[in-house]
Antibody
Framework: QVQVVQSGAEVKKPGASVKVSCKSS????????IHWVRQAPGQGLEWLGI????????NYAQKFQGRVTMTSETSTSTVYMELRGLISEDTAVYYC????????????WGQGTMVTVSS | QSALTQPASVSGSPGQSITISCTGA?????????VSWYQQRPGQVPKLMIY???SRPSGVSNRFSGSKSGNTASLTISGLRAEDEGDYYC??????????FGTGTTVTVL
């Protein structure tokens, strides 16, 4: 069965970087795009960007361009999201989610990774 | 780009029907039939409820239905149950492999 497992919680200081991993199993990673979405405490969902694991092409939300990098490692069925120049407002749960092959919805989500930015 | 607009909260009594709106623009909701809806119960991961405006994934109750008119998509929950409580988010394709979520709506069963 499809599973998407993310790395554990992180605590970072302002200005630092964080790299979150998202490992898929039960399907072929290269056949599906992966999205990253975040949710600040008590807030709504915010789309960060998308990666095509087959080839590594990416698209980022304008707000995060220049600060985020998404990469993939098909040999281990893992995608990564790195966010640089962290500020307190980046404190959130970060989710990876699989995009259906018809590009119309996210069907499987990781469990989420809490990233806390605090001095 | 600003989030799609949803009402902050909607409530109803058990058995009633409620509708959550998701208002975008001609460049997103109005242009593409790629609107999806997600349910998020407290402390849980979002769950896909509706895709492609009106389609339901297998396993999702037929009490959930979607529609769209112009730049506004809607999610209707019929026969409201206590288990339907939670936050609901719409999401629309924007073109160019980019997506945008709604502001979210908290559903309360009275």
């Amino acid at each position: 069965q499809v599973q998407v497992v993310q790395s554990g919680a992180e605590v970072k200081k302002p200005g630092a970087s964080v790299k979150v991993s998202c490992k898929s199993s039960g399907y072929t990673l290269s056949s599906y795009y992966i999205h990253w979405v975040r949710q600040a405490p008590g807030q709504g969902l915010e789309w960060l960007g998308i990666i095509n694991p087959s080839g590594g092409s990416t698209n980022y939300a304008q707000k995060f361009q220049g600060r985020v990098t998404m990469t993939s490692e098909t040999s281990t069925s893992t995608v990564y999201m790195e966010l640089r120049g962290l500020i307190s407002e980046d404190t959130a749960v970060y989710y990876c989610a699989r995009l259906r092959p018809t590009f119309d919805a996210f069907d499987f989500w990781g469990q989420g990774t809490m990233v806390t930015v605090s001095s | 780009q600003s989030a799609l607009t949803q009402p902050a909260s909607v409530s109803g009594s058990p058995g009633q029907s409620i509708t959550i709106s998701c208002t975008g623009a001609s460049g997103n909701v109005g242009r593409y039939d790629l609107v999806s809806w997600y349910q998020q119960r407290p402390g849980q991961v979002p769950k896909l409820m509706i895709y492609k405006v009106t389609s339901r994934p297998s396993g999702v109750s037929n009490r959930f239905s979607g529609s769209k008119s112009g730049n506004t998509a809607s999610l209707t929950i019929s026969g409201l149950r206590a288990e339907d409580e939670g936050d609901y988010y719409c999401c629309s394709y924007l073109g160019g492999n980019t997506y945008l979520f709604g502001t979210g709506t908290t559903v309360t069963v009275l």
